[in-house]
């Protein structure tokens, strides 16, 4: 497999944009698998398909290098992340998250919902792994940019805070 990902000048189907191109492909296959439900993470119904896909995405995060990490691998490692955070593997959540709110940031910007979306997922599995000192910094950061970017009163804004007061 790692052959595959190599780019060879030399083989005309190992050139690097062929392996972007696929690249980009298998990471919109992943996310578009992935179980539709209203909380797609914490629904029984869907775990079957996590499990069925999360060896896939694991690969996929383990073998593509973070810089080539679009808006669509980020969403779907974000909510990998929050699928394991929901079974206690906070570990692996943790590291997704990150990855997720790094690649947001490079290329959303800070400001974007999103991306503070994900910096809030971030918060909260480092508050699920016990982490406080990593967490309330996070959620203070959060609380401060969706105040200045949504208002106080936006729903987002809101969670913030009692997420901020929850840690």
Avoid: C
Wanted: aromatic share 4%; charged share 15%.
């Amino acid at each position: 497999m790692a052959l595959a990902r190599t780019p060879d000048p030399g083989d005309p189907h190992r050139q690097e944009s062929a392996i972007t191109t696929a690249l980009q492909h298998a990471t919109t296959l992943l996310k578009d698998a992935l179980p539709t439900t209203t909380t797609p993470y914490g629904d029984p119904a869907g775990w079957p398909t996590w499990r069925t896909l999360l060896p896939h995405i694991t690969a996929l995060a383990g073998s593509a290098p973070a810089a080539t990490d679009t808006p669509i691998t980020a969403h779907l490692l974000n909510d990998t992340g929050l699928f394991l955070g929901g079974q206690d593997d906070l570990v692996r959540a943790t590291a997704l998250h990150h990855r997720a709110h790094t690649a947001y940031q490079r290329v959303l910007g800070g400001d974007h919902p999103v991306t503070l979306a994900s910096r809030n997922n971030l918060a909260g599995a480092y508050r699920a792994a016990g982490d406080l000192g990593r967490a309330i910094p996070l959620f203070e950061a959060t609380l401060a940019e969706r105040e200045r970017v949504l208002g106080g009163d936006h729903p987002d804004t809101l969670a913030s805070r009692n997420n901020l007061a929850g840690a």
